[in-house]
């Protein structure tokens, strides 16, 4: 059974830093892309920024270009979003996904992604 984890939410004053992490497991895609997802109370889901786990290809929404970086980890289970100069709009609840590579679907699409975590909070604080 596939599982995404992630870590690393909590509370930060505007204009700080946060690092979130993601470990997958037990998915069996040949070639996987795996994403950022937020969603703020009353909002919907937004994509924030996804990865080619072979490739490294990142992509990133308009809004977090500049201040967030997606990477991946070496053994191509885990995946990292650094936060930098963060601002109220983006706190919400932060979630990995995992999808094949091979999708045909734009990468912000969340019907893309076929495995979910539970998520980890972000709150910040002007």
């Known amino acids: 059974q596939a599982q995404l984890v992630e870590s690393g939410g909590g509370s930060v004053q505007a204009g700080g830093s946060l690092r979130l992490s993601c470990a997958s497991s037990?998915?069996?895609?040949?070639?996987?892309?795996m994403a950022w997802f937020r969603q703020a109370p009353g909002k919907e889901r937004e994509a924030v920024a996804a990865?080619?786990?072979?490739?490294?290809?990142?992509s990133y929404a308009d809004s977090v270009k500049g201040r967030f970086t997606i990477s991946r980890h070496s053994d191509k289970k885990t995946i990292h979003l650094l936060m930098t100069n963060l601002k109220s709009a983006d706190t919400a609840m932060y979630y990995c996904?995992?999808?094949?590579?091979?999708?045909?679907?734009?990468?912000?699409?969340?019907?893309?992604?076929?495995?979910w975590g539970q998520g980890t909070q972000v709150t910040v604080s002007s």
């Open positions: 996904a995992a999808g094949s590579a091979y999708g045909l679907s734009a990468w912000s699409n969340s019907g893309r992604y076929g495995f």
């Open positions: 990865i080619y786990m072979n490739g490294g290809t990142s």
């Open positions: 037990g998915h069996t895609y040949a070639s996987v892309i």
